[in-house]
């Protein structure tokens, strides 16, 4: 939810200066979004099962970005360039409030 945040924050960015600083949270958060997600999965996830989880999370991760840039493309065509972080970063927000509902039941 927070790299959707920040991916948002930068699709309301009006300089360079302030787009700067949106970026280097961005990279921030995503240095320690990576490992976080890895040393969850190897302490969560277990033994034998191991190898499939990551090779469906890594092909679900590739995924992903073919459909972001399709997405991308269609808000490009019916809204313009601009409207891209903005949009995905609400859509971002969302799915990690779905995903951490549906952890909670």
């Not at 969560?44 to 995924?63: K, N």
Request: aromatic share 12%; net charge positive; proline share 3%.
């Amino acid at each position: 939810m927070l790299f959707g945040l920040i991916w948002m924050c930068f699709g309301l960015t009006s300089n360079y200066i302030q787009g700067m600083i949106v970026l280097i949270l961005f990279g921030i958060v995503g240095a320690f979004s990576g490992p976080y997600e890895r040393t969850t999965m190897q302490h969560e996830v277990p033994d034998h099962m191991r190898g499939r989880i990551f090779a469906t999370w890594q092909t679900t991760y590739s995924l992903s970005i073919q459909l972001g840039a399709f997405l991308s493309g269609v808000i490009i065509t019916l809204f313009g360039l601009r409207w891209v972080p903005i949009i995905t970063g609400m859509m971002e927000i969302l799915l990690g409030v779905l995903l951490s509902c549906c952890r909670l039941k």
